[in-house]
C-alpha cells in the first residue's frame, strides 16, 4: 500500500528513463542567461522589453512541439504495433507448421524444430539488422553455424532466414506432407513477417525532416534567449529561474520526441525488443516441449 502510495513521486523524481540529462545544460545556460539579465536590469540598463512577447506567439510554437511530439510517437507506436504483429505471426506459423506438417521419417521431427527455431532467429535477426548490429551468438544457437556464418555475409539476415522457412514449406510441399491449401495458409503468415520487417524498416529510414527539426531547434533558442527581457521588469531576480522551468519544458517535449522516434535501439524509452525476442523463444520451447508430436533436444539444431 505504501508502495502504491509513493509510487506517482517516485516517478515523478526518477532519472532513469528521463530526458533530464540530455537538456540540463541548455537549462542551465539559459537559467544563468535570465539571472544576467536581472544583473544588467537591476544596474538600471535598458534590457526589458516586454515588445519581444511578440516575436514568436507561445500558441505557435506550443503547435510545433505538440505536432512534434505525436509524429514521433506515432512511430513509436507504429513500431510496437508491428512487433507485436510479428509475435503473433510467429505463434501461428509454429502451431500451424507443428500440427499441419506431417510427419513421414524420423528426420521430420528435427527439420521441424530447426524451421520453429528458425522463427525465433527471424525476429533476433531483424532486431539486429534494425539496430545496425551485425549477427552475433544469439542467431548461432537458433540455427547451427553454418548457416550462421552465411548470414555474416548479408545485407538483411531476416530475410534470409525467411527463405529458408520458405524453403522448408515448399520441401514438405512436395514430399505431400503438407496439401495446397495448408501451404498457402502457412506462406501467407510468413509473408506478414516480411511484412512487418519492412514496416520496421520504413520507420527506420524515414527520418523527420531535417528542416523542420532544425527550424523547431531554431524557434525553442530564439524564445529561451528572448524571454528574459520579457519577464525582467515583472519578475526581478526570480527572471533566472522561470527562464529555466520554461525552457526545461520546452527543450523537454523536443527532446522526448527525438528520444523516441527511432523506437529500436538501446535506450530506456525504446522498445524493449530483447525481452520480446525472449517471449518468442520461451514460446517455441513450450510448444516443442509440451507437444505430443515433436520430442527432440534443441542440440539437434546444430547437426
Known amino acids: 500500500m505504501i508502495n ?6 517516485k516517478i515523478a523524481f526518477q532519472f532513469k528513463g528521463s530526458i533530464f540529462s540530455a537538456i540540463s545544460k541548455k537549462v542551465v545556460a539559459f ?16 534590457v526589458s522589453q516586454p515588445i519581444f512577447e511578440s516575436v514568436i506567439p507561445s500558441i505557435v510554437l506550443g503547435l510545433l512541439l505538440v505536432f512534434r511530439t ?3 510517437y506515432d512511430r513509436f507506436w507504429e513500431g510496437r504495433k508491428c512487433w507485436g504483429s510479428m509475435v503473433n505471426n510467429t505463434r501461428n506459423l509454429a502451431r500451424q507448421i507443428l500440427v499441419s506438417i506431417d510427419e513421414i521419417t524420423p528426420e ?8 520453429l527455431y528458425l522463427l525465433v532467429g527471424f525476429s533476433v535477426a531483424t532486431k539486429l539488422h534494425l539496430r545496425g548490429e551485425p549477427v552475433n551468438s544469439e542467431l548461432e544457437e537458433l540455427m547451427g553455424h553454418s548457416r550462421y556464418i552465411k ?19 515448399e520441401r514438405q510441399h512436395k514430399r505431400n506432407c503438407l496439401n495446397n491449401y495448408q501451404l498457402i495458409a502457412i506462406q501467407d503468415l ?3 513477417l516480411v511484412d512487418n520487417l519492412g514496416a520496421c524498416e520504413r520507420i527506420l529510414k524515414t527520418p523527420i525532416p531535417l528542416a523542420y527539426a532544425i527550424h523547431l531547434k531554431q524557434l525553442i533558442l530564439i524564445y529561451c ?3 528574459p527581457f520579457q519577464l525582467v521588469q515583472s519578475l526581478g531576480w526570480w527572471t533566472g529561474l522561470i527562464t529555466a522551468l520554461v525552457s526545461f519544458t520546452l527543450f523537454g517535449i523536443e527532446a522526448i520526441g527525438l528520444e523516441i522516434e527511432n523506437p529500436f535501439g538501446h535506450d530506456e524509452n525504446d522498445l524493449q525488443l530483447d525481452n520480446i525476442c525472449n517471449t518468442m523463444k520461451r514460446n517455441i520451447d513450450d510448444l516443442i516441449n509440451f507437444n505430443p508430436y515433436v ?8 547437426n
Open 108 to 115: 521430420d521431427k528435427n527439420n521441424k524444430i530447426i524451421a
Open 190 to 192: 510468413l509473408n506478414n
Open 151 to 169: 548470414l555474416k555475409t548479408l545485407n538483411n539476415p531476416p530475410l534470409k532466414i525467411a527463405f529458408w522457412i520458405g524453403d522448408y514449406l
Open 4 to 9: 502504491k502510495k509513493f509510487y506517482w513521486l
Open 295 to 302: 520430442r527432440s533436444h534443441h542440440e539437434n539444431i546444430n
Open 225 to 227: 534567449f528572448l524571454l
Open 70 to 72: 505525436n509524429t514521433a
Open 31 to 46: 537559467g544563468l542567461f535570465g539571472v544576467f539579465i536581472s544583473l544588467l536590469y537591476h544596474l538600471k540598463l535598458p
